[in-house]
Nanobody, 130 residues
């Protein structure tokens, strides 16, 4: 199906910035949307941001609006998450996901990780120190 590989995680101080990337390969023609989710220790995986592959329409969870920006490069089959003004509560493993036609960006924002048919990357650790 679709293979996803994240990169760019790391350790940053509060208030700093970090960009994570996710490269898709395989059956990329079936991708309707791509999204970022995160899972903090002891917590459930949650939706962060998503982008519709063709139109570029974006969705964000409220806690990251104005700080995070999701973007995509269709030619490179890559999606990015630019994270600014990072807070310690942003610390988590960040997962990239791709959705087929029945898991649009809006669906991801509503149904979160339970959106149907998602393909997942292996995750990348983002740690924000106070």
């Amino acid at each position: 199906q679709v293979q996803l590989v994240e990169s760019g995680g790391g350790l940053v101080q509060a208030g700093g910035s970090l960009r994570v990337s996710c490269a898709a390969s395989g059956r990329t023609g079936i991708i309707y949307a791509m999204g970022w989710f995160r899972q903090a220790p002891g917590k459930e995986r949650e939706f962060v941001a998503a982008v519709t592959w063709n139109s570029g329409i974006t969705y964000y969870t409220d806690s990251v609006k104005g700080r995070f920006t999701i973007s995509r490069d269709n030619a490179k089959n890559t999606v990015y998450l630019q994270m600014n003004s990072l807070k310690p509560e942003d610390t988590a493993v960040y997962y990239c996901a791709s959705g087929p036609r029945f898991s649009t960006a809006q669906t991801m924002s509503i149904r979160g990780p339970s959106s149907p048919g998602l393909s997942w990357g292996q995750g990348t650790q983002v740690t924000v120190s106070s």
